[in-house]
């Protein structure tokens, strides 16, 4: 137990060196789940702060002052996710965790107060972009792949088509309504174009037969989306 108040003030006076050298804004949370003044802020795994003040607003949220270090001044923004969490280094002990799942953004001003979130959503947010990023990479992908198609012979561009269609039906389990719609509106579209300008030349030499399996794939990704 005194572990948990001296320890924290020390790291405090380590990371600041003196008081003054600080910018400070408040985030309010529902529930505090045990964070207390001289807790550590974090940016991924590095310490840019400390918890300077926990207040209960009495309209059932609190509201924590937090004070980063100057030089991190531009880590926090108001497109960044902040919530309460174990301390990394000393799982006793709670503090606060911010982090950035998207580009852009505005660095938070002095003394304003930007809203937390708790864990569990922060974690959603967390996996929802990194499905947004796949489907992004996806579509990248399938762009520079179909540049290159026209280098294959019909035969292995079959193939090739075949394998794209395997990622992307692999990939629809994990992806969220909003995802799947972009796939569907307008990924999907183009390779169906694609495949289409394949089928025309394989009809001029009677094969069109080859791209019954493509056929098969993309019926199988359209009944998921």
Do not use: W
Request: net charge positive; proline share 2%; charged share 30%.
């Amino acid at each position: 137990m005194i572990r948990k108040f001296i320890f924290p003030g020390i790291a405090a006076l380590v990371l600041f060196g003196c008081v003054g050298a600080a910018y400070n804004f408040k985030i309010r949370f529902n529930d505090i789940n045990g964070l207390s003044k001289n807790d550590q802020v974090f940016f991924g795994e590095t310490p840019i702060g400390v918890v300077t003040d926990v207040k209960y607003t009495g309209i059932g949220s609190y509201l924590v002052s937090v004070a980063v270090k100057n030089k991190f001044s531009s880590l926090p923004k108001d497109s960044s996710i902040f919530y309460i969490d174990s301390n990394p280094f000393a799982e006793s002990e709670k503090a606060i965790r911010i982090i950035q799942i998207k580009d852009g953004g505005n660095v938070i001003e002095k003394n304003a107060i930007v809203e937390g979130q708790s864990k569990y959503s922060a974690i959603y947010c967390q996996i929802a972009n990194n499905f947004r990023k796949n489907i992004h990479a996806m579509e990248s992908e399938i762009n520079e792949f179909f540049k290159g198609l026209q280098d294959f012979s019909e035969s292995e561009q079959i193939k090739q088509i075949e394998r794209q269609l395997d990622k992307i039906l692999a990939a629809t389990e994990n992806l969220s309504a909003e995802m799947k719609h972009k796939l569907e509106a307008d990924i999907l579209p183009r390779i169906k174009d694609q495949i289409e300008e394949l089928r025309r030349r394989l009809k001029q030499i009677g094969k069109e037969e080859k791209l019954k399996y493509v056929d098969q794939k993309i019926e199988t990704i359209s009944a998921k989306l």
